[in-house]
């Protein structure tokens, strides 16, 4: 097979799970859901949706954002995750190629896009996700080439350890909690697949994002310092651009950071 047909492999790859990724995002939040069962419905009028209205990014055109059956407009969040999985599972290809390290960040990045979505509308960290994933990082480290178990262990200590003694701290001097028990858990994910080496950029870069956008939030709805906002997304953001760009970032804090 040649690249270009790979490449459409991945894309279609990418974009059935993220079809299966709206499912999740949907039905996860919801207390006794199940993300198997019953089949993809309507959420509107609850019709089962036939197996040619869910063909991921094309029956979304087809359909003119429109159910068949009730005519209720379809969120653009659909396409959006399937899109966005398309696009991550070729991105993976272009840096890992046909390897095991492909299939580990493709679960790895399945993961991170319905954590974005789910935190973003729901402010909430599914432990079924993060907690998983967190075991799944430290056993797939025995065979991932990139990072190895003693690194994604103290990945997942560092991870989760730092940001829990900053929740702690946080807590201790303004009584209020400033950083979900979800978080903690997800940056200690991170340092499972990705080894306590990113940690640090991953950190600095959610926090720099988390920064700007929480002040332009706080503009925007006039709450001062009770404006809340997810921090999950940011530290997903961060992670994947660290998983794609590792190498331009070493080199950019070697060459212009430390002068060598």
Request: positive net charge; contains cysteine; glycine residues 10%.
């Amino acid at each position: 097979m040649n690249e270009s047909l790979w490449g459409a492999v991945a894309f279609t790859l990418g974009a059935i799970v993220g079809s299966f990724l709206n499912v999740v995002i949907a039905r996860l939040p919801q207390e006794g859901q199940s993300v198997v069962f019953p089949a993809s419905r309507c959420p509107a009028c609850q019709t089962a949706i036939r197996w040619y209205d869910n063909i991921p990014l094309l029956s979304f055109l087809l359909l003119r954002r429109r159910c068949r059956a009730c005519h209720a407009v379809i969120s653009w969040r659909y396409p959006a995750v399937e899109l966005a999985m398309a696009l991550l599972s070729l991105a993976l290809l272009s840096r890992f190629g046909l390897s095991v390290a492909f299939g580990i960040y493709f679960l790895y990045t399945a993961a991170l896009l319905a954590i974005i979505f789910i935190d973003a509308e729901h402010q909430l960290i599914p432990d079924v996700i993060s907690l998983p994933g967190l075991g799944l990082g430290l056993a797939l480290s025995l065979v991932n080439p990139y990072v190895g178990w003693q690194d994604a262990a103290i990945g997942i200590l560092a991870g989760g350890g730092s940001f829990y003694l900053i929740a702690w701290v946080y807590y201790l001097i303004t009584k209020r909690e400033g950083m979900g028990g979800g978080d903690i858990k997800l940056l200690a994910m991170i340092g499972a697949f990705q080894g306590w080496q990113a940690l640090p950029f991953v950190v600095f870069i959610s926090s720099l994002l988390g920064t700007v956008v929480g002040v332009g939030a706080m503009v925007k709805q006039r709450k001062g310092g009770r404006t809340v906002i997810p921090y999950g997304p940011f530290l997903a953001i961060a992670s994947l651009l660290y998983l794609f760009f590792r190498r331009e970032i070493l080199l950019f804090f070697f060459r212009f950071v430390l002068g060598r």
